[in-house]
């Protein structure tokens, strides 16, 4: 049984540094249990334990489901020390002290991470003992020392001959425990929750979020800022240049989601008055995304993007994605969604830029761009762009929070032909395009696009009519025979005729304003092709 001074509780799945801790602990005279898999571990390092039946009177049950689940346990750690009766009925009932809990638990985000990863599986990852022991230990942390990391270890051990960890230290632990609990049964809510038919938001939001990285500072200088990341996610790896920033990760989330193309719409409507024709989901000769063979490069600044190009050849399409407004791009973030080779690397070198973002990079490639010693070069996960934009959106406001998410699938989309002249085939390629770079601009936004490139790009006015004049402005001879896109509907037609005294030629925008007859006539009379959608892709 255990001395006066308390035993120490060890169960553990990452074993990293459970051998040394123990060890310190059984130099100084302290008992310790420990389950089975744990207690193996520490008997073939040399570490002798006390298996924690003892304590229980049972094995463990149930394939190892049940082995620490009894009042011997958790009368063990809970009870008061200072509280009379709680220590008389420990005597009574021959209840030991435990005064330290070493716990952490089994990989249920790793596991469910694996995409082959079955339900079985992942339920047999959802740890019940070590979620009990932590809590408990954290809550009695007056009396008890719980460690849920083994980056607490070396802090403890030090601490053993100066009497053990200091108050202050045993409740930032407790806090750490139940941190790390409320993260881990979050996941878990996330993980069976995406098993069903959704057909709302998440009944709760659990924000428990370990620290990644600290930050240089926050959007200012003066802000102190940090990184916190989920664990089933992944922060891309940093292959050069300087440490991040606060704004250096919020433009590449909004880089990385430029990469991930849109869904085409379920259906291009041209029937009606002026047509007779109805296209379902559209014909190869009407093309509502562009080709995934592709290469895209996106450029942002400041959350906003300013350049964004397609073409066969990732040099070509950063070459043209540069090209569309060299000036806003200067000291922005460059994404591409395929492998750097060192002909792409040449197009940026002579370019200012703060992120270079790839899924890899050509050996020869990371060469020429470490040369530029502060430019931060991120290699993403394949996949990473579209896992960031399944996410749910979160934002505080008042207090709170917001949350929201995209769900196609709950009104898909559908485009209108509604002028008299419909779309080329090149103008709905760039319809298609100008609309899909058009959703990440900042409202009120419009879109400028030709050939696979945005030509000019407005994010953020108070008034439409402005917002296409000026992405008319930076596209400069380049609106000639251009697309425009526009997030919201038209509520004049004065923005539609700012689009076509810019010379495009086709424009897409969403319907719903009580003025779409006369937008619908505006286009008519300037002999331009407007298309109307179901969507509406405000973004603030």
Not at 10 to 32: C, F, H, K, N, W
Not at 269 to 295: F, I, N, W, Y
Not at 512 to 534: H, K, P
Request: charged content about 25%; proline content about 6%.
């Amino acid at each position: 049984m255990p001395q006066s001074g308390g035993a120490a509780l060890i169960s553990v799945y990452d074993r990293t540094g459970i051998v040394a801790l123990a060890r310190a602990l059984a130099e100084r005279g302290v008992p310790l249990y420990a389950t089975g898999g744990t207690r193996a571990h520490l008997r073939e390092h040399g570490v002798d334990a006390h298996d924690v039946g003892e304590l229980t009177g049972y094995p463990a049950l149930f394939d190892g489901r049940v082995k620490t689940l009894h009042p011997n346990v958790f009368g063990g750690i809970l009870k008061d020390r200072a509280n009379p009766a709680h220590v008389a009925e420990a005597e009574a009932h021959h209840i030991p002290t435990i005064s330290t809990v070493v716990a952490n638990l089994y990989p249920f985000e790793s596991t469910v991470a694996d995409e082959g990863a079955t339900l079985q599986e992942a339920i047999e990852q959802i740890d019940i003992g070590g979620v009990s022991l932590l809590r408990a230990a954290a809550k009695n942390f007056d009396h008890v020392s719980v460690l849920s990391d083994p980056a607490q270890y070396d802090t403890f051990v030090a601490a053993l001959d100066r009497g053990g960890l200091d108050p202050g230290t045993r409740r930032r632990y407790a806090t750490m425990a139940f941190e790390r609990t409320a993260e881990y049964d979050s996941a878990i809510a996330r993980y069976l929750e995406s098993g069903l038919v959704a057909t709302e938001l998440p009944g709760s939001l659990a924000l428990t979020i370990p620290i990644e990285q600290p930050l240089r500072y926050g959007e200012n200088p003066q802000d102190r800022a940090a990184f916190y990341l989920a664990r089933e996610a992944q922060l891309p790896e940093q292959l050069g240049g300087k440490a991040l920033s606060y704004n250096n990760l919020l433009d590449l989330d909004a880089t990385l989601r430029l990469l991930v193309r849109a869904r085409p719409p379920e259906r291009i409507d041209v029937a009606g008055p002026r047509h007779a024709e109805l296209v379902e989901a559209p014909p190869a000769s009407v093309p509502a995304s562009p080709p995934k063979t592709l290469v895209r490069a996106a450029i942002v600044k400041h959350t906003v993007p300013c350049g964004v190009a397609e073409r066969p050849g990732a040099a070509d399409a950063i070459r043209e994605a540069l090209a569309a407004d060299p000036v806003s791009a200067y000291g922005g973030i460059i994404a591409v969604d395929r492998a750097l080779d060192l002909a792409a690397a040449e197009q940026l070198a002579g370019f200012f830029l703060e992120i270079v973002a790839a899924p890899d990079f050509d050996d020869d490639a990371l060469e020429r761009l470490r040369k530029k010693k502060n430019l931060r070069i991120m290699r993403y996960r394949s996949g990473a762009p579209e896992k960031i934009a399944a996410e749910l959106r979160v934002r505080s406001a008042l207090g709170g929070i917001l949350a929201e998410d995209d769900d196609p699938q709950a009104a898909p989309e559908r485009w209108t032909v509604v002028s008299k002249r419909p779309p080329t085939d090149a103008e709905w390629r760039d319809l298609a395009f100008a609309w899909d770079v058009v959703r990440h601009v900042k409202s009120n936004g419009v879109v400028l696009a030709r050939d696979g490139v945005s030509r000019g790009i407005c994010a953020g006015q108070t008034n439409r009519v402005s917002a296409v004049q000026i992405a008319a402005h930076r596209a400069h001879d380049h609106g000639r025979g251009a697309a425009c896109a526009s997030d919201g509907f038209f509520p004049f037609a004065d923005g539609l005729n700012a689009a076509a005294d810019a010379g495009c030629t086709a424009v897409i925008a969403p319907q719903g304003s009580i003025r779409d007859a006369e937008v619908v006539a505006a286009a008519d009379a300037r002999g331009i092709a407007l298309v109307f959608s179901t969507y509406r892709w405000f973004l603030h």
